[in-house]
Every structure is written in C-alpha cells, then in structure tokens.
C-alpha cells in the first residue's frame, strides 16, 4: 500500500512583508510529499527538474523516506521558476516571474514499482497531465485527492472538470470555489462541486480554517492563530499532504477519518507558514507535530450538553 | 440578579444584495437584550427613543419579558436613524445616512429597579455614555461585556480607551483590533488589547468565527456556514447578547463559560443574518436554539486520541 504523489518540483523565489528569498526549493509535490512523509513511509514521487536542480534537495527527500525514481531528471534544460510578492492580507500575490522551463513537456512516467498506489494525491498540475497519471495506473487507487488552482479554471477549463470528475476529494480555496461554480456563498458553491464528481469537497480558507464537505455533512476545521504567518508558500500542498498522509497511514477514508485528516492538514500547514519555504517542514519531530495537534483540540474544544 | 443591557434602540434602513428595507426596528441594545432573553429573563434595557418610535415595538421586547422602564422616549423628538448598503461580501457597507436625533443628547438613566445589575452589555454607543451608565451603577456588575466601533476609534479615542481599561470583556471585529493596536495579526493584536484592561478578549470575524483570548488562551469558535448571509445587521450585537445572555443564565464566568458563552453567541448570530433585521430573532423557540447550538457541536466535532 503506497502513496504516490504527482506535481511540481520546482524553485520559488519569494518575497512577503517579512523578506525575501533567492532561489529556493519548492514545488507542490515537494511541500505534500514531505508533509505527508510524518505520517507514513512509502511514498512515490513522480514529477520533473532540470539538470540546475541540486543533488541534496533530491536527497533531503530520500532522507524522509520519499522514492524518487519517478522524478525526471532532464539533462540540459533547467527547472521550473516561480517568483512571487505576496500582500500583507497574504491571501493576494503577484507573480513576479513565471518559466515552466521542463514544465512544458512533462510527461509522466510510472515507474512498475509504483503501481501498488492506493493513495493518489495529485498536487497541483496542467489537468492533463494529472489525468496521465491516473490513466497509467493499472488500477485505481482506493482514493485519489486532487488539488488545483484558479490558473487552470482560466486555460483549462474542460480539461479541469473532466479531471474533476474523475477524483474523490477536491482541495481549492474560497476563491477558487466561487470562480469554478459562480456562487459566492461558499455552501451553495459546495452543492455544485459535489455534482461534478467528487464526493469529498474541501475548501481551504487560509487564516480562518477549511470546510470539508460531505453530502449534506459539513466539518470546519479553524486555523491556529499565529503571530505571524511568515511566507504562506506551500501551506495548501502541505496540507494535502498532511491529510493524504493520514489516511494513507491509517487505511481509513471514512467522513470521520477525512475529519481527522483535515485537522493533521491544517496542523502541517500551521507548521509550514512559520518559515520560508520548506524551512520548518524539512525537519520536524513527531512530538512537535503532536503538540501542534494537541493544540488544534484545544483550540476547539467545548463543553456544552444538551438535555 | 439582573442584566442590564444599554446601547441604542434604532432605526435603521437597510440595503443588501439580496434586497432592501424601509425604516424597521434595530439598534445594538434591541438585538443584544432579545438575544438574551432566550437564556434568562431579568433582563434591563436602558436606551432613549423618540416619540416616534413604535409603541408595538416597545411591546415585542416587554414580550420577551424585558424590562423598558430604563427605555426613556423623548416627547416631540426623532429615534436614532442608521441607512446603510452591505456589498456582495457582507464585510464591507457604505453609511447612506445617520441621524443621530435623541441620541446627540442622550443622558442615561438607570432606574432603581436596575441597581441589582449582575451582568452589563455595554452595547456600541459614543463611551462616554458607557462610562456615565457604569458609573451610576452603585455596585459594580460581576461582569461588564463591552461592544464597541471603528467609529469612535476615529472621533473619541481618548474616552474608548478609557472605557476598555474598565471592563472585563471587550467584543470587537478583525478590522477594528486591527486599527486599535496597530497590528496586523490577531495574536499580536489581542496580546495588546489585553494589556489594556480588558481579561477576555472577543474578535469577530463574521462568516470566519470568533476568537477568545484569554492570558495564553485561545478559543475559535467556528461560524456556521451558511447558504446566504441575507443581512447582517445586528449580528454583533445578537452574538454579544447570546454571550452575555448564557453567561447570565449561569452565573458562571470562567475560561470554560465563555467558551459556552461563544458558541450560544454564534449560534444566536446565526439566525440573526437568515433574514432582515429582527424578524428571525423575534420568535426563535426553544428547540430551535438547541438544535442550532448542536449543529455548532457537529461542526467542529472530531475524534484524535493522541498516545
């Protein structure tokens, strides 16, 4: 039973109230992988890098138990490059600088070794290159979770939905969700995606928590108030990782399973916007991550009974 | 043991996407004390209206079995009059008009009846009036709630901040802890606000919940997501006196109270902007209450046993 993990593996070079970076490493499918990896081992990457992609990123990756003969490692061509300026609100960015570089003609390739996927989490990606993937797997996974961006609504729309249609659980954001179905009331936008395919919707909210939706059930996991969110960079894939990751460990893709998953993928999260990039998620111990969780039942707990 | 509830008894004209009003009742003491009057009757209002104001309206409060004998109405004058449109987020209104008539020289009297005053709301109104109603109390209340706005942040800054040093609880939104302290973030901005007097702080975030602080302590308290935010007038004011209302209904004023008393606050809100102005709080039942508040407990309800 493995979990396979597509999308980017890239650079960033970011800049928000608190800094800037030059280069760095980043990447969707680097922040949900290592995210994912403290909960459960077996995991497979498949994405691309440019030969400019340093030895010990890939490595760093290996450490934490991550199978990387699926990541494509192009000789003579460079990785893909995104540079952005986050606001203060840091719920709006500028993209600053966009090279897709071996983005452009990625094609995925499975290695044998991965066919045994159960857990699918296909990080943020063209939607036809996420559906490659699922098409060149055997068998269907026991779950696959798709994330996505506005990007994609605006080039991609059909190929988008078909691949939505295809998936279990979709991840977006609040704005996200009102551009893909029109509404702006974030429970009639859930309605409609639930029509599209999956049966698990959840709308990550930044600051203020995420919404996991469920036919008529609805979940709303908050957010940790902290003193500073310092880059958000890679929070919404270390949240998808952190809540494949729990199911991936625990076998369960119960409602209540996805509950518990969403509250490990918002206490990754809560981890990763306290640093720059992949800072604070390159080594975190099981005990902190604990703690950390320890404080989201905290955070909600309440004693009130009804007669 | 009583509550006494003072802050304006309105007008108001309303305009939201969803549509628009004529004049129809409103003001932060009318919302506050029918909240509270779902928890616990005993409940004071100290207020000033003009002859214009409904005698009807007087009655539908009497009827939830408040006591208006601190409602003074001013022969020959004009009710406080507020117009305002909401834009599509709810967040954010445009002031179409403000009159303030009888409350320009509103000079609160609190009649012997009110003097066993246990529990205080001292819903939004210009602080110099809160601190003249705290003052003529002869006893101080067991626990004094502050609601208070942007407004006076701008126009009497001095007096705010003296009327914050003197209460227990002070209920304020993202935006105005934002422009009290100067901070940015939340935790940063309670942290300073506590140091201000108050020992619990309560920032509301509208369809994104509410905060708690208290010394180290954080509670979120989850909104309920809802089809459509229809109107959001009064729903501070209603949350504030659901709060208020629990806690007076207990007796109880620890950590573990408030908590209750946030979520009876949210869920009290949460009628509250189902329709336009009063009309869903008016006549709430029992059950109805119950089953809201339980909805809050599903909400938010997740099974993690840390070893």
Redesign the interface.
């Known amino acids: 039973m493995s979990l396979l993990v597509i999308g980017t593996v890239a650079f960033d070079a970011i800049e928000t109230p608190f800094g800037k970076t030059d280069k760095i490493i980043g990447g969707a499918a680097t922040y949900a992988s290592m995210s994912a990896s403290y909960f459960k081992k077996n995991i497979n990457l498949v994405s691309v890098v440019g030969e400019d992609f340093p030895e010990e990123a890939i490595a760093m990756m290996q450490n934490r138990g991550i199978d990387t003969r699926g990541l494509q490692i192009k000789k003579g061509e460079k990785t893909f490059f995104w540079a952005r300026k986050y606001h ?2 840091m719920n709006s960015r500028d993209t600053l600088d966009t090279q897709l570089n071996v983005l452009s003609t990625f094609d995925p390739i499975i290695p044998d070794e991965y066919q045994d996927c159960e857990f699918l989490m296909l990080g943020n990606l063209m939607p036809s290159i996420q559906m490659s993937v699922l098409q060149r797997l055997k068998k269907r996974p026991k779950l696959v979770v798709m994330d996505t961006m506005n990007f994609w609504m605006e080039i991609a729309l059909n190929d988008l939905l078909k691949m939505i249609s295809m998936v279990d659980v979709l991840t977006i954001n609040d704005a996200e969700a009102r551009q893909l179905t029109g509404e ?5 936008a859930a309605r409609k995606v639930l029509t599209m395919g999956p049966k698990y919707l959840i709308i990550k ?1 930044g600051e ?2 995420a ?1 996991l939706f469920h036919g008529n059930n ?5 957010a940790l ?5 310092f880059d958000p960079t890679g929070a919404g894939d270390t949240f998808a990782g952190g809540f494949i990751g729990h199911l991936h460990n625990s076998g369960d893709i119960s409602f ?1 399973a996805m ?2 998953g ?2 490990y993928g918002s206490a990754m999260a809560s981890f990763c916007v306290e640093k720059f990039g992949l800072e604070r998620i390159v080594s975190l111990t099981d005990s902190e991550v ?1 703690e950390r ?2 404080q989201f ?1 905290d ?6 009974t ?1 007669v």
């Open positions: 203060e609100d702006y009331s974030l429970v009639k909210k203020h928590g919404l609805v979940f709303y996991a908050p108030p902290l003193e500073d969110v209540e509950k518990r969403v509250i604990d969780v320890q039942i955070l909600v707990q309440f004693d009130i009804l």
